[in-house]
Nanobody, 123 residues
Framework: QVQLVESGGGLVQAGGSLRLSCAAS????????MAWFRQAPGKAREFVAG????????YYADSVKGRFTISRDNGKNTVYLQMNSLKPEDTAGYYC????????????????WGQGTQVTVSS
């Protein structure tokens, strides 16, 4: 089981930026994916962005493409989500997730989850 700890959420005005971090205990898999999902009150959890290892392939939800960037620091086993041009509709709890194997956008494919960090964007 991989342990994940998120940080970096907060309150920001529309148009502002935040960077989320997800620190992972050392994975024992050679191929794996780390991703960010989000869930707003009363809504289903949705995929935001993912990054694979090896290869560093990144993939995004259409709603955040061009505004959010996922990246990783392999030495620190940490994944980041840089969020720019934030909108009120980006307000949600953001969760880091881990799966072995190939990229996926389906939350049930991910085996490990962090506790979440809240992002609130005011208009």
């Amino acid at each position: 089981q991989v342990q994940l700890v998120e940080s970096g959420g907060g309150l920001v005005q529309a148009g502002g930026s935040l960077r989320l971090s997800c620190a992972a205990s050392r994975p024992t898999f050679s191929n794996y994916v780390m991703a960010w999902f989000r869930q707003a009150p009363g809504k289903a959890r949705e995929f935001v962005a993912g990054i694979s290892r090896p290869g560093g392939i990144t993939y995004y939800a259409d709603s955040v493409k061009g505004r959010f960037t996922i990246s990783r620091d392999n030495g620190k086993n940490t994944v980041y989500l840089q969020m720019n041009s934030l909108k009120p509709e980006d307000t949600a709890g953001y969760y880091c997730a881990f799966k072995s194997g190939l990229p996926s956008r389906t939350d049930s494919d991910f085996a490990s989850w962090g506790q979440g960090t809240q992002v609130t964007v005011s208009s």
